[in-house]
């Protein structure tokens, strides 16, 4: 079995207290981060995330629509420039001219319909424009709103934080002035059950709360002070000291 000096084995229950500060601390700080808004402004930027990336998807698709618009009324007005010049100089026959004259017709209507539709697609630019811009808002009011209450939720837990990294940093330091080797052993015990080391208090387990049975406490009590005995109910490595153990039976 493991075996440790007495006077370290009494070190574990200072280290215990140690731990048990950490952990209030951990605790105090998960509650203070609870802030009930936090919730509600993390999902109202988080939908005013999602309505500004629709409208910009918008935006692009309408623009998009705009440029090919455009790219049609410009071929049309190339292609009727060139027939109109060919009209202008009489290059042809009277048959080619009268062609020429019909697709100049033609075109000239043309170009009108893609001019409308070109105004109609602009309108709906300008419209996806404002939405974009009116959602772009919004997600910065969101974000603002978050930035608020999380600010709130660091200032009302600056303290705990301080506080919980200094109990962190002296855990941290007195462990080092313990053997690794039990260090060890109470940091197994420890993440079982959450009790590393515990006072054994005429018969009295302090991990556990409860009197040992006579078999498992005569047990105990006969292993030599250097060997490391646990709990039988908690698992945690438990501290003997000859003053607290007078009067048990052996």
């Known amino acids: 079995m493991a075996t440790a000096a007495p006077e370290e084995q009494l070190l574990l229950l200072d280290l215990a207290k140690l731990d048990s500060a950490v952990v209030a601390l951990r605790r105090q700080l998960r509650e203070a981060e609870q802030d009930p808004e936090a919730a509600a402004a993390a999902s109202a930027e988080q939908e005013a995330s999602a309505a500004a990336d629709a409208a910009r998807a918008e935006l692009a698709s309408v623009a998009d629509e705009l440029k090919a618009s455009e790219s049609a009324v410009a071929k049309v007005v190339a292609h009727l420039g060139r027939d109109q010049h060919k009209l202008d100089t009489g290059a042809g026959t009277a048959s080619d001219m009268m062609a020429l004259s019909h697709e100049v017709e033609t075109l000239n209507a043309r170009q ?111 292993a030599s002070a250097e060997t490391i005995v646990y709990c039988p109910d908690s698992g945690a490595i438990l501290v003997r000291d000859p003053e607290w153990t007078r009067g048990t039976a052996k």
């Open 112 to 222: 009108a319909e893609l001019e409308d539709e070109e105004l109609a697609i602009m309108e709906r630019v300008e419209a996806a424009e404002s939405e974009a811009s009116a959602a772009e808002r919004a997600l910065e009011s969101a974000a603002e709103a978050r930035s608020v209450v999380d600010a709130r939720i660091q200032a009302a837990t600056a303290d705990v934080r301080a506080r919980l990294e200094s109990a962190e940093s002296e855990r941290a330091a007195f462990a080092a002035t313990i053997s690794a080797p039990l260090v060890g052993l109470y940091d197994k015990a420890y993440a079982r059950r959450g009790i590393g080391a515990a006072r054994l208090y005429h018969g009295v387990s302090e991990g556990s709360g409860m009197q040992l049975s006579p078999g498992d406490l005569a047990e105990i009590l006969a």
